[in-house]
């Protein structure tokens, strides 16, 4: 989480939206309404953070008949940790105990899988998302102009 400083100088705050894309405002009220008119006519309906982390709280119907490995909007609703290897939401992320007889280490160690993410079954979706939305919903990111590429790990 990022906390911008409403006290902080000009410049810094400048620099925390001008380098960074950390803008607490939105930017391009223009950039804002094409992204919002194009979501609209796609259908596009954006998860926020909070319903990422507790994906209980979402409707299963926004997530519909998606393909979990398919590229479709709806599968926004999946980037979270909360899923099986088929997409269906579970309760508990699926992970492993490693106990200490097996690592040597005194505490058990648990491993959460990180390949129960939609489209590319990778967790770095949600790091995707992370720098994407804010970036929308500041008018930051224009989808008719703009294209989003991230660099994968």
Not at 10 to 34: C, H, I, K, M, Y
Not at 47 to 74: E, I, M
Not at 137 to 142: I, K, P, R
Request: proline residues 10%.
């Amino acid at each position: 989480m990022t906390v911008v400083d409403r006290s902080s100088s000009p410049a810094t705050q400048a620099a925390l939206e001008n380098q960074f894309g950390l803008a607490d405002r939105v930017v391009d009220s223009a950039a804002l309404a094409n992204s919002v008119k194009r979501f609209r006519e796609q259908g596009i309906v954006l998860p926020t953070f909070a319903q990422l982390a507790d994906p209980s709280t979402v409707d299963p119907s926004l997530v519909g008949d998606a393909d979990p490995q398919g590229p479709d909007a709806r599968n926004l609703w999946r980037v979270h940790w909360y899923n099986d290897l088929q997409g269906r939401r579970t309760s508990v992320p699926d992970h492993v105990v490693l106990p200490p007889e097996l690592t040597g280490v005194p505490n058990p160690i648990i491993v959460v899988f990180g390949d129960r993410f939609p489209m590319i079954t990778a967790h770095k979706v949600l790091a995707a998302y992370s720098c994407l939305a804010p970036r929308v919903v500041t008018g930051q990111f224009d989808p008719t102009r703009h294209r989003a590429i991230w660099p994968s790990t």
